[in-house]
């Protein structure tokens, strides 16, 4: 019967971690980005620059703006609404991108 009470309450804790975490990211700050590269888990190479340059071995060159939707990136080969969200560890997720990254080092 204890045992029963036991895993009952590890699987509510269980449950419970799971739920929260993915809840406490946000989406990601203009500071996040502005003057900053990130390093997809794709291979991708974001680089938001502070005049508002956009480049990627991906997709190319173009501009970048904020939006309240996301960031908003015209480049010759695609013009897209870039989710991106931090983590709080503050890596980045990107669903557009299929993947995480980090401030390339």
């Known amino acids: 019967m204890i ?5 009952a ?8 971690s799971a739920l929260l975490l993915p809840a406490m990211a946000e989406p990601a700050a203009e500071a996040d980005l502005n003057g900053k590269k ?8 974001s680089s938001f620059l ?6 990627s071995p ?3 060159d173009g501009t970048w703006t904020w939006t309240a939707k996301g ?3 015209h480049t010759p080969m695609l013009v897209v609404i870039l989710d991106v969200d931090k983590q709080p560890d503050g890596t980045f997720k990107s669903k557009i991108e299929g993947a995480t990254g980090k ?3």
């Open 3 to 7: 045992a029963r009470v036991f895993l």
């Open 9 to 16: 309450l590890a699987i509510g804790a269980a449950l419970t």
């Open 38 to 45: 990130i390093c997809w888990s794709n291979g991708n190479i």
């Open 50 to 55: 502070p005049d508002g340059k956009y480049s």
């Open 58 to 60: 991906v997709i190319g």
């Open 71 to 73: 960031v908003d990136i």
């Open 103 to 105: 401030y390339c080092e």
